[in-house]
């Protein structure tokens, strides 16, 4: 019993192993960057075309930003 319980345990583990491997490998889209890819990929594909996303306003210096 303690056999099965060893092999049911190494197989959950491996299968958890599996599933937190996956993944995109690349660098996260902003909202603005993920609307502009939308907006190309239905005027590609023939479809009605999402609003134009707005450019974001540029970040402004803040005095604590050093040190984060």
Known sequence: MTGSRI???LTLLAA???VT???RKAG???PYEAAVQARKDAEKAK???PPEPEKPVE???FILDPLL
């Open 7 to 9: 092999l049911v345990t």
């Open 16 to 18: 958890i192993a599996t």
């Open 21 to 23: 491997a996956c993944g």
């Open 28 to 30: 996260l889209d902003t």
């Open 47 to 49: 479809q009605p075309l």
């Open 59 to 61: 970040d402004k210096k």
